[in-house]
C-alpha cells in the first residue's frame, strides 16, 4: 500500500474510513458505520469491530483522522499565546466542555489556532491503534487543505456533516468568516450561507463554491444546495461550484 494514505472521518454519530492514494487524491476503497448508540462504551466497541472488519494492511504510508464536531473556535496565535485552550474555550462555550476534552490544532498558514472538543478516548483509541496517525478537528485540516489552492478570489466553503455544517468564506488571500451550524434541511444551509454572506457586506461578480463532503448522504446534500443557491444568487453573482471529499483534503495535511 505503499503512496495510500489511510483517512478517517469521526464524529458522535459514525465513522468513515478510506485509503487514499497521495500522488491523484483517487479514493481506492471507503465505508461507513453509523453507530447504534450514544454511549462511549458502546462507541469504542462498535469503532473497535468496524475497524477490524476492515481488513487494514500495516504499510500505508500516512495516517489521520478527522474529528467532527461544531464545538471550535479560531483564535489569533497572539490571542492564544496570552491565554490557554480552557479559558478560550471557556470565553466561546461556556461550561459546555469538560476540560479534558478540550483541545487545539494549530494553524500556521494563517498564524491561528483552533480550539475545540474531543473526547478525550478518542485520540487514545486511535494513538494505541496507530501510533503515526495524525489527529486534527476537520476544520483545522479543511482550512489548511484550502490555503494550499487559489485564495485571491471570493470562495465560499461548505463543509457537510451529520449534524452540522462548517461555513468558510475566503476572499484576497484571508478567512473573512468561519463559523458551524446545525442543519435539519438543506433550506438551513441556504439561509445561513446567504444570511453569512450579507453579514459580512460580501458582493462580487462571481464565486467559487467548494463543498467539502463527508459520506455520499453529504454529496447529495451539496448538490442540493448548490444547485439551490446558484439559482438564488444567479442574478447578482456567477456560481462556480467544485467539492471534494474529506478524505481527499487530508492528504494535504501530513
Avoid at 469504542?44 to 464545538?71: H, M, R, V
Wanted: with cysteine.
Amino acid at each position: 500500500m505503499s503512496g495510500t494514505q489511510l483517512t478517517f472521518i469521526l464524529s458522535g454519530t459514525s465513522v468513515s474510513y478510506a485509503e487514499v492514494l497521495r500522488s491523484s487524491q483517487s479514493v481506492v476503497r471507503k465505508e461507513t458505520h453509523h453507530f447504534t448508540s450514544t454511549r462511549e462504551a458502546e462507541i469504542k466497541d462498535e469503532l473497535k469491530d468496524f475497524i477490524a472488519g476492515l481488513n487494514l494492511n500495516s504499510d500505508y504510508q500516512e495516517y489521520s483522522l478527522a474529528w467532527c464536531s461544531p464545538n471550535f473556535a479560531l483564535f489569533p496565535s497572539a490571542v492564544f499565546s496570552d491565554s490557554t485552550p480552557a479559558a478560550l474555550a471557556q470565553l466561546v462555550f461556556g461550561d459546555a466542555i469538560e476540560k479534558n476534552n478540550i483541545d487545539f490544532n494549530r494553524i500556521s498558514e494563517l498564524s491561528m489556532v483552533n480550539v475545540y472538543e474531543i473526547p478525550l478516548w478518542v485520540k487514545s483509541f486511535f494513538i494505541i491503534k496507530f501510533p503515526q496517525i495524525l489527529i486534527q478537528h476537520e476544520e483545522t485540516m479543511n482550512v489548511r487543505a484550502l490555503f494550499q489552492g487559489e485564495v485571491f478570489k471570493l470562495k465560499i466553503v461548505v463543509g457537510i456533516f451529520d449534524n452540522y455544517f462548517s461555513l468558510n468564506i475566503i476572499d484576497k488571500t484571508d478567512l473573512v468568516f468561519a463559523n458551524s451550524y446545525g442543519y435539519t434541511s438543506v433550506e438551513d444551509i441556504v439561509y445561513y450561507t446567504q444570511f453569512a454572506l450579507k453579514s459580512k457586506s460580501i458582493q462580487a461578480p462571481k464565486a467559487a463554491l467548494f463543498g467539502v463532503t463527508s459520506s455520499e448522504k453529504s454529496e447529495e446534500l451539496f448538490e442540493q444546495f448548490s444547485s439551490t443557491f446558484s439559482k438564488i444568487q444567479s442574478s447578482t453573482m456567477t456560481i462556480d461550484v467544485n467539492s471534494k471529499s474529506h478524505f481527499q483534503q487530508q492528504t494535504l495535511c501530513v
